[in-house]
């Protein structure tokens, strides 16, 4: 048993001291069973531990609480878990000052870990290339996929863009699409000569097909000539992620917006041209992708640097 397990089991006062929390937060906030879970875990875990010291839950102090926590790090426990230990800590102390059992809260003046914000999925050039490939596109819905796919990879659109866009949004002799973001805000983003060869087919040959007699502005539409939404084309992705032989849980119409942004670095894109063209209002939001700037300055630094 390590140090920071304690003793086996907590007191019988801190079992019942416990358990009463869990009731109350439960019965206020309707948690879920994982989560009370959580919490009890966490709080049994500290209370084991302060048996060696001869303390209980409601008897601890602020240096009690640190030198628990500073005992955990040296197990090399996740940041995400010590975070998730610091919010039931706090919660289970709040509440106990607001009952009055205790008359100060000894987790005050503790911060939890700063947790990075976890990088997005992305796909290799070779397996966007993959997913491209996939639809069968001599077929009207596959030529209408394919086009899609192309102009997702090709901007960087959220999908909510993409199904929304209108025919009269895309300007096929300038190579540009007119995009409302969020917030309202228009921005003018490049289609690339690939996408727009997809494009202008999927416009001459397949669009026409489906649309019959009726009228519909949207660019993308289904076969009964509506415009289409974001859950159909979460299902289009996915089926062309079996097919290209991707992990579904690698993939979803985001993938490929991370992927734009993502290879856009990886060929030597300037970060404020991708927030740009990304359609974010501020730069920290983009900054979540210079880890792949940083991962070229040290692939070029090794390949040209005489001591790389």
Not at 43 to 72: C, F, M, N, P
Not at 83 to 92: E, G, H, K, P, Q
Not at 107 to 136: F, H, M, N, W
Request: aromatic share 6%; charged share 20%; glycine share 6%.
């Amino acid at each position: 048993m390590s140090a920071v397990e304690g003793a086996l089991f907590p007191c019988e006062q801190d079992q019942a001291t416990i358990e009463a929390f869990l009731d109350a937060v439960w019965m206020e906030s309707g948690l879920s069973a994982n989560t009370l879970s959580a919490y009890r875990s966490d709080l049994t875990g500290i209370a084991a531990w302060l048996v060696e010291r001869h303390q209980t839950l409601l008897t601890v102090q602020h240096s009690d609480v640190l030198d628990y926590l500073s005992a955990r790090a040296k197990t090399h426990v996740r940041a995400r878990s010590v975070a998730r230990l610091m919010s039931c800590l706090r919660r289970f102390y709040q509440y106990q000052v607001r009952e009055g059992r205790m008359p100060i809260d000894p987790t005050a003046r503790i911060d939890s870990p700063k947790l990075g914000r976890p990088l997005p999925k992305s796909l290799t050039e070779t397996q966007v290339e993959a997913l491209l490939a996939a639809p069968v596109t001599d077929e009207v819905l596959g030529l209408r996929d394919r086009a899609m796919l192309e102009l997702l990879y090709a901007s960087g659109l959220r999908v909510s863009e993409l199904v929304l866009l209108q025919v009269a949004q895309l300007n096929l002799s300038q190579g540009v699409v007119r995009i409302t973001g969020k917030g309202g805000k228009e921005r003018l983003v490049p289609v690339g000569e690939e996408s727009l060869l997809w494009l202008e087919r999927y416009l001459r040959e397949s669009r026409p097909q489906m649309l019959l007699i009726q009228k519909c502005d949207t660019l993308f539409i289904t076969q009964r000539g509506a415009g289409m939404t974001r859950q159909a084309f979460w299902h289009i992705i996915k089926r062309y992620g079996v097919i290209a032989g991707i992990d579904s849980r690698q993939l979803s119409p985001h993938t490929l917006r991370h992927c734009f942004a993502t290879h856009l670095l990886n060929h030597g894109a300037d970060l404020r041209v991708l927030q740009m063209l990304l359609g974010h209002s501020d730069l920290s939001t983009t900054q979540i992708y210079t880890h792949v700037a940083k991962e070229r300055l040290k692939s070029l630094h090794a390949k040209h640097h005489p001591r790389g």
